[in-house]
Every structure is written in structure tokens, then in C-alpha cells.
């Protein structure tokens, strides 16, 4: 071995590393985005359980309850006064549980006849099971208080109060109806973003991209054109991806089946956009796979909500999350299999997916001009 030789070598190596600073961007980046991603965002506790508490007649019973859950830092609890404005909260997304207090609670607490219902929104089932725990247990320690305020004994102890829970949307409690619809977002996200980037990256390294910028075609049509049979690719995945979901794994879908072909079309076009912008950046397929898995797949995958709670992130990671598309995506996506056709939760999330995808397709544009 010929040390000088290797030295040589080694410089030259250094100094085509420096020159390409996507490649020393990755190297750097990566691990300090997975790290702060995996270590903030990937925990299993639930916090900020927005609720809504029914309170039907006004009472000092009803208002300490209340103020327990408003006081606690587990819960962002709303009052409503009627059934049904509590089950429109959850029915929109807009709460995450639900506690329906009956009429005449004081003179139930005191004679020891007291049912309570704790309905949860169960669309994602494990934190759904956690919300409905933490919910009871809560609830339980607020009436502990009052009867100790009034020199009763514990519910626990005594008996007299009965807390009847509801997972709706998710009756069986069933974990696959949320694993399902989390299969569906990181598909259309690996065909959409990883498979048109790492494409575009290996026409620009074998070439073929000086073949299409000498023919009359302009930028747009080219870009079309790459994204057009990715597109149909999606859709045929996307397609298998609902039959097997309905009839092999029993999902329900009680929204409109064009509406939620309308929603994920959306989203596949624009995860396309973010391929041919991020392969128009790199023009390299192993740095475009890089950075499509970094701003694409781990967001998709670790930041959209289906994994872990968003509300229970950090708040620096909520912030975040505004501008990952899949968060909106898999908000309409289990609203629409799960639910149904919730307009406000339709027209909010299609609203937003339209507008990334206007942007990027812009972006997209002007980073892929008619020439190398």
C-alpha cells in the first residue's frame, strides 16, 4: 500500500464531498433529525385531551367536576349544556372525548344512584383506551372529593356510581381499523415521493433527461408526463389497498367512496410534487432517496397522527406537524373510512392539501428547467 497514494486519494475524496453539500447535509442532518423526532414525537403518553363535559342543569356537584378536569394538566376540557352539541364535538373532530353528566346529579350523589357515560373517540383505538382511563380515573377522584367534602365515603369503597364507556366509530376496539388507514398514507407516500424521486434522479444520472431537453417538449409537459404513470401506479395501490382493507380486514367505510378517491388523489399528486422537486434538486438517486425519506416518508410515517398523538408532542413539534401533508390526510382519510362524511372535516383537509399542492407543483416547475 502506498500511503502517499492514499493520501491523495483521500483528499480527492474530501474535496468532492465538500463540493457536494446535499451529500454532507445528509450525513449531518439525518441523525439529528431522527434523533429529535424519535426522541420527542414517539411516546405512547397521552396529554392535552381536548373533552367536552355535558352539563345539562347547573349545579355545585356538576361545576366542581368541572373544575377538576379544567385544573387538570392531562385535559383541555370544554363545557357544553346538551347531548347532542357534545356528540356533534366528537363526531367533528373537534374534541377527543366526551363526559355526559346526568340531571339531577347532586341528589344522585347523595342517594348513591349516579351513571355517568364517558364517550371517547375511538378512531385510533390504543389512545383511545388510554383518553377513556384517564378520563374515569379522574372522574372518579373528583366524586371521591365531593363525597369527603360532605363526609360520604369513597366510590371506589361504596359502590352507587356507575361509569359506562362508548369507543365509538370503533366499537370493537379494534386496532387494524387505524393501521389500516395508516398502511394506505405511507403507500401512496412511498409511491408518490420515494419511487418519482429516485426515477427522476436516475434519468439525470444515466443521461436520458439531455435526451428530453433537446426535443420540443417544454418543462411542464415533462414533468406531466413523469408523473402521470406514477399517478395511475398510486391509484391502482390505492384501489387494492381499500378492497383489502373493506372485505379482508372488515373496515368500514361510511364516507362517500368518490370523495375519498377525490382526497387521495389529491395527496398522491402532491407527494409526486415533492419527488420531482426533490429528484430536480439532487439529480442523485441515492442523495433524492435520502432527502424524499427525510422531508417525505419519516414525517408521513412518525409526524401525521396515526402512529402517536399529535397533542401529546412537544409543542415545538406541533408546529411542525401544521406543514406535514399527511397529518391532513389521515385526518380526512380516517374520518371518511370511519365516520363518514363530515363536511367541516372534508373541506378543511382537501382545502389544505389543495393549497401544498399548488405550491409545490410551483416549485416543482421552476426547479426542473429545460436544462441541466
Given at each position: 500500500?502506498n500511503?502517499s ?52 342543569e347547573?349545579?355545585q ?85 365531593i363525597?369527603q ?16 364507556s362508548?369507543?365509538?366509530f ?71 389497498a ?19 378517491l ?7 399528486i ?50 411542525i406537524t ?44 421552476l ?6
Open positions: 500500500m500511503f497514494r492514499y493520501l491523495i486519494l483521500t483528499r480527492k475524496e474530501f474535496v468532492q464531498l465538500v463540493r457536494d453539500p446535499l451529500s454532507v447535509a445528509t450525513g449531518i442532518l439525518l441523525p439529528i433529525v431522527l434523533l429529535v423526532i424519535c426522541g420527542f414525537g414517539m411516546s405512547t403518553d397521552v396529554r392535552n385531551i381536548r373533552m367536552a363535559i355535558v352539563v345539562p347547573s349545579s356537584t356538576a361545576s366542581a367536576i368541572a373544575a377538576r378536569f379544567q385544573s387538570n394538566g392531562f385535559f383541555d376540557a370544554v363545557i357544553v349544556r346538551s347531548t347532542e352539541e357534545g356528540k356533534e364535538l366528537i363526531r367533528t373532530h373537534q374534541v377527543d372525548a366526551c363526559l355526559f353528566l346526568p340531571r339531577k346529579l347532586p341528589r344522585r350523589v347523595t342517594q348513591a344512584d349516579v351513571q355517568i357515560l364517558v364517550a371517547v373517540n375511538a378512531s385510533n383505538p390504543s389512545p383511545g383506551f388510554l383518553k377513556q382511563s384517564y378520563i374515569q380515573s379522574a372522574l372518579i377522584a373528583a366524586l371521591n372529593q363525597n367534602q360532605s363526609g360520604g365515603g369513597n366510590v371506589g369503597t361504596q359502590g352507587g356510581v356507575e361509569i359506562q362508548r369507543q365509538w370503533n366499537d370493537a376496539n379494534r386496532s387494524v381499523y387505524t393501521i389500516i388507514p395508516g398502511i394506505i398514507v405511507i403507500i401512496l407516500t412511498i409511491i408518490g415521493s420515494l419511487l418519482t424521486s429516485m426515477v427522476m434522479a436516475r434519468e439525470y444520472e444515466q443521461g436520458n433527461m439531455e435526451s428530453l431537453f433537446v426535443t420540443p417538449m417544454n418543462s411542464t409537459e415533462i414533468i406531466l408526463a413523469k408523473m402521470t404513470n406514477n399517478f395511475c401506479l398510486g391509484i391502482i395501490g390505492l384501489v387494492i381499500l378492497a383489502m382493507a373493506r372485505f379482508l380486514f372488515g373496515v368500514p367505510m361510511r364516507g362517500n367512496v368518490f370523495i375519498l377525490f382526497g387521495s388523489s389529491l395527496y398522491l402532491m407527494s409526486l410534487a415533492i419527488g420531482i422537486l426533490i429528484s430536480s434538486i439532487s439529480k442523485n438517486q441515492f442523495i433524492a432517496i435520502s432527502l424524499a425519506s427525510i422531508l417525505s416518508f419519516l414525517p408521513s410515517y412518525l409526524l401525521s397522527g396515526f402512529l402517536f398523538e399529535i397533542k401529546s408532542m412537544p409543542t415545538f413539534l406541533q408546529y401544521l406543514i406535514v401533508p399527511a397529518r391532513y390526510y389521515v385526518d380526512f382519510l380516517q374520518t371518511s373510512l370511519l365516520v363518514g362524511d363530515v363536511w367541516q372535516n372534508i373541506l378543511k383537509n382537501c382545502g389544505i392539501l389543495i393549497f401544498m399542492t399548488v405550491v409545490l407543483l410551483f416549485l416543482a416547475r426547479s426542473c428547467p429545460k436544462r441541466l
